[in-house]
C-alpha cells in the first residue's frame, strides 16, 4: 500500500491550494472501509488532526479550517482531495494523507507572514 500527496507550494495569505493523495495496492473494499484523513505538521509542533472523509463523504475538520478547507474522496479511483482557501501563515506546515495505519510521505504548504 502506498500513499502520494502532491499539490503542496508556496501561496500568499488568501490563496488556495488543492492537495490530492494519490493511493495504490489498496482492495477496493479496504479503501472504502475507513475514512481518508489529513494531518498536518508545522516546524517544531506535533502533528495535528486537519480533516477526515469516510467513504459516504461525512467529513469532520479542525476547528480552524472549517470553512476554509475542504476534503473530498474519489472511491473509484481510491484517492482523496484537500481543498485549502483563504490560507493563513498558520497553515503552513507539512500535510499528510493517511488511511488506517498508512501514510503518505507529506506536502509541503506554505504561507509566508
Not at 494531518?39 to 506535533?46: I, N
Not at 469532520?60 to 474519489?74: C, E, H, I, P, W
Request: glycine share 12%; aromatic share 10%.
Amino acid at each position: 500500500v502506498q500513499l502520494v500527496e502532491s499539490g503542496g507550494g508556496l501561496v500568499q495569505a488568501g490563496g488556495s491550494l488543492r492537495l490530492a493523495c494519490k493511493t495504490s495496492g489498496f482492495i477496493t473494499s479496504v479503501f472504502n472501509s475507513d475514512d481518508l484523513n489529513w494531518y498536518r505538521q508545522a516546524p517544531g509542533k506535533q502533528r495535528e488532526f486537519v480533516a477526515s472523509i469516510s467513504r459516504t463523504g461525512l467529513t469532520n475538520y479542525l476547528d480552524a479550517v472549517k470553512g476554509r478547507f475542504t476534503a473530498s474522496r474519489d472511491n473509484a479511483n481510491k484517492r482523496a482531495y484537500l481543498q485549502m482557501n483563504s490560507l493563513k501563515p498558520e497553515d503552513t506546515g507539512v500535510y499528510y494523507c493517511n488511511h488506517g495505519s498508512n501514510w503518505g510521505q507529506g506536502t509541503q504548504v506554505t504561507v509566508p507572514s
